[in-house]
């Protein structure tokens, strides 16, 4: 499944000529797949990210992930300095600038090799044809590697030798691949000897972007801090995970998406760290180790849909039928929802986490990717885009997959009749209503017993809180009627 013009795996160990290292979201150099190939085949090493704010705009990053993005930057290049190759960064508007800007690069430079590790996304793909097309015109080698996960895409497959639709048997598969042929962690490079880029390259001060700016200074970007959330997490919360990571209340989740979706921490990382402080979680599906091991599959699982059907990155519902369902337009009730003023505190406080914080807890996203598409029945693609543009680990594979699964359009999706009750979500995972008064400060006085439908206290007309939107039961029954109709106009068939 997996690009072939650009699987080109370089396993020499012989030197060659000068050598490129193109970052994209793979921001480290522990276990860098790429980076590894680059400084085994070449003592002359360059490496180079290329920013781009139009590409980002079109694609709904958030400000506080490309500020993310930027301070990692900085610490990756003193990371590589202190290998000897020098980082050099550059601004164009898009992808198809950005293929460009890579061959020029690499032509002004006399380089012989360029290498990168792949993006699965549909026009991330795209753009790679473009730059090795761009680069074979002047006989510039061209290698991209898989390294984004831990089982290659296109390993994990059926019988009949194809892609699995559903989690459950994937993870199956997943596991007996991986016992298999476990991958190994990629040490930091060894300090380059004599590289002449040192003296060519000169030190830029600290950078900025063309983009909107959103402070993620709460998300440290050095690698002790990044190594050591990891470690407590598998030391400390890992073996309570599976008890705790529906509690929005408590800090029982890793809180590690934002570092692997811009790839200051790997896949593979994660694995190693688990495995080494709970060796036998592979075969306990009932610990909380297995459980945190399950999240670590199913975002394989996001990656390896988007290779296999590449619509997902194009605005397309993996079950073809739900292209009938017919959505609601409503801005008013968009932005309630946005801006967490729907009357339904579980879901109130979730979007007022998202908005100050660049992230939600994944139980409360869907909770409110329910509440989007089935009680208000607004399109997966508004809720997904306007968590793109918020979260600081937006990544287009499991945003994209999290929004279908919610919406019921998606592989693996629940099925369309079950929708989420946001009020017996919210006394099922939050009853004392902590979590909702840490973030809705109009709710701090209200009973435990009203917490959850503070409309129904006696003085919730002092509250500067408003009366749920809509009606759960009645919108419910409309969602199931809206999907049932759908799909009797063209079945099963997609």
Not at 109 to 129: A, G, K, L, T
Not at 320 to 332: A, C, E, H, I, L
Request: proline share 5%; net charge negative.
């Amino acid at each position: 499944m997996v690009n072939q013009s650009l699987e080109k795996k370089e396993t020499s160990d012989t030197p060659e000529g000068a050598s490129l290292i193109w970052f994209r979201s793979d921001l480290r150099v522990v276990d860098n797949t790429a980076l590894a190939a680059a400084t085994r085949c070449s003592n002359n090493v360059l490496a180079a990210f290329i920013s781009t704010p139009m590409q980002w705009h079109e694609h709904n990053v958030a400000p506080m992930k490309v500020d993310f993005i930027r301070r990692r930057l900085d610490v990756l290049r003193e990371q590589l300095a202190e290998l000897s190759i020098p980082l050099v960064v550059v601004e164009v508007d898009d992808f198809d600038r950005e293929a460009q800007a890579i061959a020029d690069l690499a032509v002004s430079h006399n380089i012989s090799h360029v290498f990168c590790n792949q993006q699965y996304e549909w026009n991330e793909r795209q753009r790679d044809e473009l730059t090795a097309g761009l680069l074979d015109i002047h006989n510039i080698r061209f290698s991209a590697f898989d390294d984004d996960c831990i089982i290659t895409p296109g390993k994990v497959l059926t019988r009949n030798g194809q892609p699995f639709k559903v989690f459950t048997p994937f993870r199956r598969e997943w596991l007996e691949v991986y016992r298999f042929e476990v991958p190994s962690v990629h040490p930091k490079p060894e300090k380059q000897q004599a590289n002449g880029f040192m003296l060519d390259v000169q030190p830029e001060p600290m950078m900025s972007f063309t983009y909107p700016v959103a402070d993620s200074v709460h998300w440290p970007v050095d690698e002790e801090a990044i190594k050591q959330r990891l470690h407590m997490f598998c030391e400390e919360k890992a073996a309570l995970y599976h008890q705790q990571r529906d509690i929005p209340a408590i800090d029982g989740t890793s809180c590690l998406s934002p570092y692997l979706s811009i790839g200051a921490l790997s896949a593979r990382q994660c694995m190693a760290a688990l495995l080494a402080e709970f060796p036998q979680c592979l075969d306990d599906s009932k610990s909380g180790a297995f459980c945190w091991l399950n999240e670590i599959i199913w975002r394989e699982f996001y990656r390896h849909l988007i290779v296999a059907w590449p619509k997902l990155s194009r605005d397309q519902p993996f079950l073809g039928w739900t292209r009938n369902v017919v959505w609601q337009k409503s801005d008013s009730m968009l932005n309630a929802w946005q801006q967490g003023r729907t009357g339904y505190p579980i879901v109130d406080a979730a979007m007022r986490q998202l908005r100050q914080t660049g992230w939600m807890h994944n139980r409360l996203r869907m909770i409110t990717a329910s509440f989007l598409t089935k009680d208000l029945l607004i399109h997966w693609q508004a809720g997904e885009q306007w968590f793109m543009s918020q979260l600081i680990d937006g990544d287009l594979a499991s945003n994209n997959g999290g929004w279908q699964w919610a919406a019921s359009t998606g592989t693996d999706a629940q099925p369309y009749f079950r929708v989420f009750n946001p009020t017996v979500q919210g006394e099922r995972f939050d009853p004392d209503g902590s979590f909702i008064r840490t973030w809705i400060h109009e709710l701090r006085d209200v009973p435990d017993k009203y917490i959850h439908q503070p409309f129904l206290w006696d003085k919730a007309e002092s509250l500067n809180y408003p009366k749920p939107i809509i009606d759960h039961k009645s919108a419910r029954l409309r969602a199931i009627e809206v999907f049932k109709s759908a799909k009797a106009l063209i079945g099963e068939a997609q």
